[in-house]
Every structure is written in structure tokens, then in C-alpha cells.
């Protein structure tokens, strides 16, 4: 079973339009990171949040954690060829032992100019 | 600063054929993950390190899967025998151990082939 599930797996969309990617949780998180993706390469950190209900931005990228800090969601306005790639959300666990990272599945985004 | 360095970046095997991958993380992160991506799905962990012990690796089939972290700094993850179904990108990442810093730096990744 997923412990993060991602939505949608695939968006295909066209330059200039906005999209929405989910991460939802039955799981409280110490904090939720979203990661982005390149072919070839291994996923690069876009932003943590830690609080329930803290917006962050980022360009024309819009991260919300939720307030139960259990769901997040991540904004792109005016997409653009160069935001296509994996987009990856991480829950983080603070352990005893340091930080457990489990990630959801995924959104494959492709922006068509 | 340097980052996390795997090799080798591309892997060829047969199936029951073993594998041996390797890992050097970001100087000073006590901790270090292991996770196989199948492509086009998000990391799955495979094991977690903090320092030289393993804190973690209930997702290791460890009939087939081992990994070690020799003096807490760099790793293995060995596939012995290797099974089709083993074919994925193995990606290590490192974190520093604190509660304000839980940034994954992750490495380039093995793609792993097993035919």
C-alpha cells in the first residue's frame, strides 16, 4: 500500500497553462517535501514545509501543506517547457534514529510549448 | 561541496548473476538511504543508515539484497542472485541528522539492467 498517493500520475499540458498536483495522506508528517525529478538524474529538493497550513513560493511554484499536516499540494502558474519532469512529494518522519523519507509515486508533467 | 557520487552509473546482468553498487555520501551526513526507483515511479526504500548501523530496512528482500556501511561513511547494496524484476535506477542519498535540515541530497543513481 501507498502511503502517499499522488495525483494525477500524468499531466500533459500546454505552455502557459496553470496545474495543480496532489499528495494526500492517511499519516501525519513532521514535515513534506516535494522534489523534482530530471531523466537521468536523481530528484532535487524544491521546498520542505513544516507547518500546518504554511504556503511557500517559489517563482511561479506554490507549495501548501496542510493544516492537519497530512496533504499537500503543489501550484505552477504559467507552465513552462522547462517544468517538465517527475514531480515527487516525500513525507518525513523525525525518528529517534534521525529522518524517515517515504515518497508517493509521482506526477509525470510534460509542458508542450 | 561535493556531492553524493554512485557507481557505476550503468549496470548490465544476467538474471541469477550478482551486483554490487556503490555509494559516497556528502561528507558529515550520518545518515544514508538506498532506494529503487522502477521507472517512471516515485523511490522506494530499500534501507536507511544512520552512522554505520541500519535503522531501517523492512522493504529489503533480504533473501536476495544485502548492504552494508562500512565505517559511516561509504556503502554497498549488493543483489545476489539478481532477478528480473530487479531491473530499476538505485538511487543513495545522504541527510545531515538534524530536525531543521531534512533535505535528502540524492546521487546520480545505477540503472540496473537484468535480461
Known amino acids: 500500500t501507498q502511503l502517499l498517493e499522488q495525483s494525477p500520475q500524468f499531466l500533459s499540458i500546454q505552455e502557459g497553462e496553470n496545474l495543480t498536483v496532489y499528495c494526500n495522506s492517511s499519516?501525519?508528517?513532521?514535515?513534506l517535501q516535494w522534489y523534482r525529478q530530471e531523466p537521468g538524474e536523481g530528484p532535487v529538493l524544491l521546498v520542505t514545509v513544516v507547518t500546518g497550513g504554511e504556503v511557500k513560493k517559489l517563482k511561479r511554484l506554490t507549495f501548501q501543506f496542510g493544516d492537519a499536516r497530512k496533504d499537500s499540494s503543489l501550484h505552477i502558474t504559467a507552465a513552462q517547457p522547462g517544468d517538465t519532469g517527475l514531480y515527487l512529494c516525500?513525507?518525513?518522519?523525525?525518528?529517534?534514529?534521525?529522518?524517515?523519507?517515504?515518497f508517493g509515486a509521482g506526477t509525470i508533467l510534460r509542458v508542450k510549448s | 561541496e561535493a556531492g553524493v557520487a554512485q557507481s557505476p552509473r550503468y549496470k548490465i546482468i544476467e538474471k541469477r548473476q550478482s551486483v554490487a553498487f556503490w555509494c559516497n555520501p556528502i561528507s558529515g551526513h550520518a545518515t544514508l538511504y538506498w532506494y529503487q526507483q522502477i521507472l517512471g515511479q516515485g523511490p522506494k526504500l530499500l534501507i536507511q543508515f544512520q552512522n554505520n548501523g541500519v535503522v531501517d530496512d523492512s522493504q529489503l528482500p533480504k533473501d536476495r539484497f544485502s548492504a552494508e556501511r562500512l565505517k559511516g561513511v561509504d556503502s554497498t547494496l549488493k543483489i545476489q542472485p539478481a532477478k528480473l524484476e530487479d531491473s530499476a535506477v538505485y538511487l543513495c542519498a545522504s541527510s545531515p541528522r538534524t530536525v531543521m535540515n531534512t533535505e535528502a541530497f540524492f546521487g546520480q543513481g545505477t540503472r540496473l539492467t537484468v535480461v
Open positions: 516525500a513525507g518525513s518522519f523525525f525518528m529517534e534514529y534521525g529522518n524517515k523519507l517515504v
Open positions: 499519516s501525519v508528517f513532521s514535515s
